[in-house]
């Protein structure tokens, strides 16, 4: 099966998509991720990115596009795949379904996670990450022994530049404003699951699992 999984910044789209590779056995394909890499490596591609990431706007579409594209054509995604976090624009969903006319396959399931904005600011605002390891924490839900300071590595924690309020504020207004109409786009096509994404994660993702199995 073919998935798109959606939904605002800090959704939690990242780790319900893990729980589906090991369901369905098919591979995730983040943006997110393989433009944090690019950042990281800082690559030409990796700071054009980073321009528009810290500012909590989008990354140009034939950026993105091309990035997905590519990923499409590798073996492991003939059984299906995830996509996590595109099509984040109308504009992105037409090319993506142009991409998949082309391979002859089609989208199954798109899965809408819905939290509101105050309860994303409080989990977005929240997220350190090692200098050092570049391990994840959170101050109110998953805190180090020692603050400021990581469990494994003893490295200086840092919030970074795209999970402060202003650019999170953003970030949200961007999404609102772009991607929430890529679900309308889908729903014409009725693949749009309606998830909350509000609780304890294995029980967001029994709802996801009912509503793929009751579509």
Request: include cysteine; charged fraction near 30%; aromatic fraction near 6%.
């Amino acid at each position: 099966m073919n998935f798109i999984l959606i939904g605002p910044p800090g959704s939690g789209k990242g780790t319900q998509a893990k729980m589906m590779v090991e369901k369905y056995q098919i591979p995730q394909i983040s943006t997110g991720d393989i433009l944090r890499g690019a950042v990281r490596d800082e690559s030409p591609m990796g700071r054009q990115a980073k321009s528009f990431m810290d500012k909590g706007a989008l990354v140009p579409d034939e950026v993105v596009i091309g990035i997905i594209e590519e990923r499409l054509k590798k073996p492991d995604c003939k059984g299906g795949f995830i996509l996590d976090g595109f099509p984040r624009t109308v504009a992105q969903a037409e090319a993506l379904g142009d991409i998949l006319k082309k391979m002859g396959i089609g989208i199954d399931h798109l899965i809408n996670i819905e939290v509101r904005d105050d309860e994303l600011l409080k989990r977005l605002t929240g997220r350190r990450t090692c200098r050092k390891c570049g391990g994840g924490y959170h101050v109110l839900f998953d805190p180090p022994k020692n603050e400021g300071i990581c469990n494994e590595c003893n490295g200086e924690l840092y919030q970074r530049d795209d999970d402060k309020e202003d650019t999170i504020k953003s970030r949200l207004r961007v999404y609102h404003e772009q991607t929430a109409p890529v679900i309308e786009y889908y729903q014409k096509m009725d693949v749009t699951r309606n998830v909350d994404g509000v609780g304890k994660i294995d029980g967001i993702f029994k709802r996801i699992i009912d509503a793929i199995d009751n579509g």
